[in-house]
């Protein structure tokens, strides 16, 4: 059984940072998509960023290119996403994703993912 548990939101004014974490649980990702979604009131859940777990593959979303890093520590199994430069409409909550993937290829659509957290809510205030 595949746990995702996220850490890390809160209120933040624009222009700050914060780092969101994801502790994953329960088998080995090599071949596993680890993913961030955010879904804000009223939209639909979008893809942020995402990493191919066996080849540190990384994908973003054009929204958060050159402000957003995701990275991974393997002894933690644990996936982070870096937010700089946070603007108000990144408001969300943000979610982690895991999912058996092809080889080195990030999905980025959600009802592929079959692993979710809770959740986080981030909050930038303007």
């Known amino acids: 059984q595949v746990q995702l548990v996220e850490s890390g939101g809160g209120l933040v004014q624009a222009g700050g940072s914060l780092r969101l974490s994801c502790v994953a649980s329960?088998?080995?990702?090599?071949?596993?998509?680890m993913v961030w979604f955010r879904q804000a009131p009223g939209k639909e859940r979008e893809f942020v960023a995402g990493m191919y777990w066996g080849t540190s593959r990384t994908a973003y979303a054009d929204s958060v290119k050159d402000r957003f890093t995701i990275s991974r520590d393997i002894a933690k199994n644990t996936v982070y996403l870096q937010m700089n430069s946070l603007k108000p409409e990144d408001t969300a909550v943000y979610y982690c994703?895991?999912?058996?993937?092809?080889?080195?290829?990030?999905?980025?659509?959600?009802?592929?993912?079959?692993?979710w957290g809770q959740g986080t809510q981030v909050t930038v205030s303007s």
């Open positions: 329960g088998r080995t990702f090599s071949r596993y998509n």
């Open positions: 994703a895991a999912d058996a993937s092809p080889y080195n290829v990030i999905r980025t659509t959600p009802d592929v993912y079959d692993y």
